[in-house]
């Protein structure tokens, strides 16, 4: 009460104040006495009526909350230290191995108390790592969280037990940064993979184009087997490919899971490597000989009737019905090269037939007046224009030039190309003497078709025509032009 009242000014006041206190210091002595005695006269007892040792009250309550303690979690030692955040920092930098070391344990990690009781709590058919964590933070254990997600940390990154985080597989760094662990299941692996075939597993799957750590494993031998089972599909197919079959060695890694898997990876490695090598040959090949193999086909249909180009389609028929194509000798190379030959000497012949028609059929209009009659302008444009021309020599430098100009202008083309030049000499010829005579001096006679067999015949039917010749000329005309 006297901490409420104001400080005085007077004299008078001061030692009312004064006493006042006096009265509270020896009143506050008196308490103090009786709360000493009362404690000095106090004892604990544990259950079941014994008393903790100690001389002191605080030394028997200490010892007393120990004793009880003790009682209430009696392995509570087995994980105490404070070094459990130091394995936890180890493994997430990939040292689970020697982990323990922190805690001053260089054995096997499933041999310490704390990790092998965690892990007892693990099932093989899965088991919520909440009840886990429950299991051991709770009596007869209460072993602090850091003990626990070391000991999970060092489970997991050795690969003795899995984790799922929401159903999906989560890795160890997942794990230790949880917070709560109701969305995290644990599963027991039956199958341990050791250190060294964690390391065998990973160059393993390197050298098939997969690079992981060792929380990976398990999804990479997954996806490699994947990948070469689709490569082995690109580079089969109907004949001529092959029918490539993966190796039951090498299927059942994806059928496995878990640990089992990489075994069933390590088991089938030579396979792997095998067929990883072959699947190599087979993608260059295909790269190369299934071009290869579409331009002999087309060039077996442009030489379709050609003789010395028979015995190349056969072979090409041959290898249709075989699986031969992506064998290690080429099939297709050689007979590309006799089929371009036996066109290239084709179109070439009939290219030097053609020219020589041309320059005979432009020889013969040079014997015409009317021709000669003409400017080499006017020459020019007619041959051109009649396709009288000289004509570039067509490209046969490979088999994809051949191809080319034979598709351009096929065999059959080359035979109408000569056919057609006699009738586009006489429309050259006519238009001419066209050109040099005037319309009202010119007629044209059209000879008739006729089939002749004997002399007699003939000398009738040249009659007949140089009857109508002579008709007109006779009625005026300077010029006769016949036409069939």
Known sequence: MIDQQGIPQDDEGKQARSAMQTRLNRATDQVNAHVRDVIGRANVLLGGGTSPSGVSLRER?????????TRLFPRFSEADDNRWPQVIARVRSGSAADALRAVQHDADPEQHSVVKEVLSHVGPAGTSASDVEKAVTSKPLGWPRDALMASLGVLLDTGVIRATLNGSDATTADVLKQTRLGNVQLRREITVLKPAEKIQARQVLSNLGFSTDNDGLVSAAEQAVKLLV???????????????????????????????????????????????????????????????????????SSTAGLEPASAARERLDALAASRDLLTEADPVAPIVKELAEALRDAIHAAAVVLHDARAAAVAGLERQPAWTALGDAQREALLTEHHLGPEAEPNLADAAAVLTAAQARPLQGWAAELDAIPQRASRALEAAIQLTTPAAKMTTVRVSAASLSSADEVERYVEVLRVQLLDALNSGYDTVMVKG
Request: no cysteine.
């Open 61 to 69: 309550i200490e010892a007393g909350a120990q004793s009880a303690a």
């Open 230 to 300: 689709d490569r082995a599909k690109r580079v089969s197919g109907p004949a001529p490919l092959p029918d490539i079959t993966v190796p039951g060695s090498i299927q059942v890694i994806v059928s496995t899971s878990g640990n089992d898997r990489v075994h069933a990876l390590l088991a089938a490695k030579d396979d792997l490597a095998s067929l990883n090598d072959r699947l190599g040959d087979l993608e260059r090949r295909f790269k190369s000989r299934t071009p290869s193999l579409e331009l002999a086909r087309s060039l077996a």
